[in-house]
T-cell receptor, first 110, second 112 residues
Framework: AQSVTQLDSQVPVFEEAPVELRCNYSSSVSVYLFWYVQYPNQGLQLLLKYLSGSTLVKGINGFEAEFNKSQTSFHLRKPSVHISDTAEYFCAFYGQNFVFGPGTRLSVLP | DVKVTQSSRYLVKRTGEKVFLECVQDMDHENMFWYRQDPGLGLRLIYFSYDVKMKEKGDIPEGYSVSREKKERFSLILESASTNQTSMYLC???????????FGPGTRLTVL
């Protein structure tokens, strides 16, 4: 069975601190990986994606993620967060079908 | 700018009513999806469509049906709304099934 685990449901962090949001997946086939962000009362928008090539992927708003095939992980990082990064973040992958994780709520504190 | 629009941002209906949620995309995408989003559960796929008049059940199709008469439009129908269908409903589209999905702003449905 395919699944996505986001180990932290909530992550509070102070402004300008670094952050890592963790994502692990389970699939018997090769996958394409995605991170989406959802701001309050809005739909999801794509932050970044890994289809092939370099395992370090850079996205919008200064976010990046690294695909680790041996650990089946795709953790999202940002070296210095802003108040405006407060949102819910979803990890997703496509293997045999699209699967979304349960989400991590990032709260950036002043 | 690419766009997926949903007919309502907020909707309040009574138990037993028939409810229509409409979604339109302007990207000429082949695939369209309906999800419901509940706290702690992430997004769960209700139905998707890979072509006009074609549909596939997702993970939670019970109590829902869909219609895709035109490529750009995908409708979600609640035949007889129940209180456990109170949720946020998100529509999305993509060119290929493995491609990124583009999402609409969502419809927050409350069934009383």
């Amino acid at each position: 069975a395919q699944s996505v685990t986001q180990l932290d449901s909530q992550v509070p962090v102070f402004e300008e601190a670094p952050v890592e949001l963790r994502c692990n997946y389970s699939s018997s086939v090769s996958v394409y990986l995605f991170w989406y962000v959802q701001y309050p009362n809005q739909g999801l928008q794509l932050l970044l994606k890994y289809l092939s090539g370099s395992t370090l992927v850079k996205g919008i708003n200064g976010f990046e993620a690294e695909f680790n095939k041996s650990q089946t992980s795709f953790h999202l990082r940002k070296p210095s967060v802003h108040i405006s990064d407060t949102a819910e973040y979803f990890c997703a992958f496509y293997g045999q079908n699209f699967v979304f994780g349960p989400g991590t709520r990032l709260s950036v504190l002043p | 700018d690419v766009k997926v629009t949903q007919s309502s941002r907020y909707l309040v209906k009574r138990t037993g009513e028939k409810v229509f949620l409409e979604c339109v995309q302007d990207m000429d995408h082949e695939n369209m999806f309906w999800y419901r989003q509940d706290p702690g559960l992430g997004l769960r796929l209700i139905y998707f469509s890979y072509d006009v008049k074609m549909k596939e059940k997702g993970d939670i199709p019970e109590g829902y049906s869909v219609s895709r008469e035109k490529k750009e439009r995908f409708s979600l129908i609640l035949e007889s709304a129940s209180t456990n269908q109170t949720s946020m409903y998100l529509c999305a589209s993509s060119q290929a099934l493995y491609n990124e999905q583009f999402f609409g702003p969502g419809t927050r449905l409350t069934v009383l």
